[in-house]
């Protein structure tokens, strides 16, 4: 997106801006130093597509308002415009939890206050989470864009991979509800100024209880060892059954966006491979298909 995409407004006025990689969301961010419209010494833009309705820009900002106002530690708001579709939000800097452990940071701690988080989070109840909720539906849905588009069984899944499919998605719409994140991984968790900050929550929805942890834990952007995965993720019940529907679930979401988010499908297979293999999960069917795509792809086609 070029610059003379940005709104015309003077609160957007700024000595510079830069707009930020693009992630798997619709919306465009970019940083702005020393915006008229912040009292600091800069912001951070969210810029929603063009044609979105003022009412999905009011829900994000209300959702962010409602997690702040609980304690989850989420970007204040600066500005709110519904009509041109963009807020203008604290900028939380560019060490994500997953940067840190990638250079070497001890982030033990982080990972700790991580979890500790999500006991505010998950008694919470928001008038402005998506529907449906992550309940067996949704949660089918997002299996069968797997076997398409993980797999690239276009045609869908044969019928015995499919009746493993409709019994995890079963299996975690039976556990308990809590609020969920639903994206809590450590590129979504930033580092600023002494403390953990968390990011793109605005799709925050009731789901099974386990699944924020297993996203943290088996978050396949991070090298971690599996004794520390699993010591992350916990011990709830369904534990390791949501582990695997929601590593599917990403595995279909790479896919879908192709390009370099295929580098991802390989240790997210061989995650959910492992989660089947531990507690003996009863998907044979499943665990071959992960296999298929547990290996990694050559360099130059992962780059693609």
């Not at 530690?73 to 997953?98: C, H, K, M, T, Y």
Request: with cysteine.
């Amino acid at each position: 997106m070029a610059s003379h995409d940005l709104p015309s407004h003077p609160d957007l006025a700024a000595r510079s801006l830069a707009w930020l990689p693009a992630e798997a969301s619709a919306r465009r961010y970019a940083r702005l130093v020393a915006p008229r419209g912040a009292p600091a010494p800069s912001a951070v833009l969210m810029l929603f597509a063009s044609g979105t309705r003022p009412a999905e820009v009011r829900r994000v900002a209300r959702a962010t308002e409602r997690l702040g106002a609980a304690g989850i530690p989420v970007p204040q708001l600066f500005r709110v415009n519904l009509e041109q579709g963009w807020i203008l939000q604290e900028d939380l800097g560019d060490v994500s939890l997953a940067g840190a452990r990638g250079r070497g940071d001890n982030v033990a701690p982080a990972y700790s206050e991580a979890v500790a988080l999500l006991d505010r989070l998950r008694p919470l109840t928001l008038d402005t989470s998506p529907r449906p909720p992550l309940d067996r539906r949704r949660m089918r849905e997002e299996l069968h864009q797997f076997a398409t588009r993980g797999l690239g069984l276009h045609e869908g899944p044969g019928p015995a991979l499919a009746a493993e499919l409709d019994a995890l998605a079963e299996a975690c719409a039976a556990l308990p509800v809590v609020l969920c994140h639903r994206d809590y991984h450590a590129r979504n968790l930033m580092l600023h100024e002494g403390r953990l900050r968390v990011l793109d929550h605005q799709d925050a929805l009731p789901g099974p209880l386990p699944y924020d942890r297993v996203s943290l834990a088996y978050d396949p952007y991070v090298a971690l060892p599996d004794a520390i995965r699993d010591r992350i993720a916990g011990d709830a019940e369904g534990t390791s059954t949501v582990a695997v529907q929601r590593l599917a679930k990403a595995i279909g979401t790479y896919g879908d966006k192709g390009g370099p988010w295929r580098r991802w499908i390989a240790p997210a297979a061989r995650s959910a491979r492992r989660m089947i293999k531990r507690d003996t999960l009863p998907f044979p069917m499943l665990d071959l298909a992960f296999a298929s795509l547990a290996v990694e792809p050559p360099a130059a086609a992962a780059g693609a």
